[in-house]
């Protein structure tokens, strides 16, 4: 008799992480292409085989990490990196016969564990213009059935790089009170005039979470470590959900030495949107359009070019995401270090002058 595998297992998609052979300059993932703060290094380094032998215990951390944030453990939890959160909330609402709605194109991880669950995606496409995308509150609003248990949301957005008003989304988190509204704020610290976002609305808003992770502007990937922020109601519920270990000691000392090294990640976000600026200006000087970005990359449209311009940088050793599965002719690239960017616009001037 064979093993009985859920159903909603059987149809899932699987999702290979396209991670094999990546050596060169990193703009394919949005990642940190600076590393993670020396802090971060030493607290690692500081950490004896006494400690390693013991399981996880991240309460001081958590605590140094939520302050952080303005919050305290009442309203945050650690996760193991923000894809962790995703699939706790997912699994504390969803269920076969459920449904969630995912504005896209979006971050693949939603569907991945919406789907997980049994639960039915309802798809909500962003509007498009040559310039930007906009969130479609009206459309979100029109999606909603008495079935809908979670609406998972990115701003900045992954891949398009635009902000929805943090007033918008919490306006749909009060049409909604009901409904679990996931805010998804991977980016918000390349924000360039305000990386608050949506932090401390969510004490008042019981049905509102953001989540944040230390994968990009902390350059900690490798370490697996997000930051989901909840209502003191909601909270415990999701605490109690929760993998009791999911969160390493060595993920815990890094983010709390990351999050006190400030200066650090100012530095880092400053580069980044010095870098934005200038893959931008480049990519109007060639005239290939892109949509505006808040984030940590640019999204262009490179049309009948996208092969040619990611191969082309590949072999010149510059990684960057073909997007053409999301958009006929996108090309996602990475903004880290200016040095970095100023290699990457040469490259896409010559490749692009052919
Ligand atoms: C919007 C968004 N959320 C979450 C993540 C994943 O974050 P983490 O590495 O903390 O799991 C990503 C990674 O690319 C992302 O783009």
Redesign the pocket.
């Known amino acids: 008799m064979p093993v009985q595998i859920r159903e909603a297992i059987i149809a899932l998609p699987a999702y290979p992480p396209p991670i094999a052979g990546r050596t060169g300059l990193r703009l394919d993932?949005?990642e940190n292409t600076s590393g993670c703060s020396p802090s971060a290094l030493r607290a690692l380094a500081g950490i004896d085989g006494e400690t390693v032998a013991r399981y996880p215990d991240v309460a001081t951390a958590e605590m140094a990490i939520a302050a952080a944030y303005g919050h305290s453990p009442a309203s945050a939890l650690l996760t193991n990196?923000?894809?962790?959160a995703?699939l706790l909330l997912a699994l504390t609402v969803l269920e076969p016969g459920t449904e969630a709605i995912i504005p896209e194109p979006?971050?693949a991880?939603y569907r991945f564990y919406a789907a997980q669950l049994g639960a039915r995606v309802v798809a909500v496409p962003f509007r498009r213009s040559p310039r930007e995308f906009v969130t479609d509150c009206a459309a979100l609003d029109r999606a909603v059935t008495p079935r809908t248990r979670i609406i998972f949301i990115?701003s900045p957005?992954?891949p398009t790089g635009h902000l929805t008003p943090a007033a918008d989304l919490l306006a749909l988190a009060q049409r909604w009170p009901d409904i679990l509204i996931c805010v998804?704020e991977?980016?918000a610290e390349f924000v360039a005039d305000d990386a608050t976002g949506l932090l401390p609305c969510v004490l008042r808003q019981p049905n509102l979470v953001v989540?944040r992770?230390?994968?990009?502007a902390y350059g900690l990937?490798g370490a697996?470590?997000?930051c989901l922020f909840a209502h003191p109601d909601l909270l415990p519920v999701l605490r109690k959900a929760h993998s009791p270990y999911s969160v390493s000691t060595l993920a815990a000392a890094c983010g709390a030495a990351a999050v006190d090294d400030k200066a650090w990640v100012r530095a880092y976000r400053r580069e980044v949107i010095a870098s934005r600026a200038l893959l931008q200006t480049t990519l109007d000087e060639l005239a290939i359009p892109y949509w505006c970005s808040a984030a940590n990359f640019v999204l262009c449209n490179a049309g009948t070019r996208a092969r040619e311009l990611t191969a082309g940088l590949r072999a010149r050793g510059v990684l960057v995401r073909d997007r053409g599965g999301d958009i006929a002719g996108a090309v996602r690239i990475t903004c880290g270090r200016v040095s970095q960017t100023e290699s990457a616009c040469a490259a896409i001037k010559e490749i692009w002058h052919g």
Request: hydrophobic share 40%; glycine share 12%.
């Open positions: 993932f949005n990196g923000v894809d962790d995703l979006g971050f991880m990115a957005n992954n998804d991977a980016y989540t992770t230390f994968s990009k990937a697996r470590l997000g």
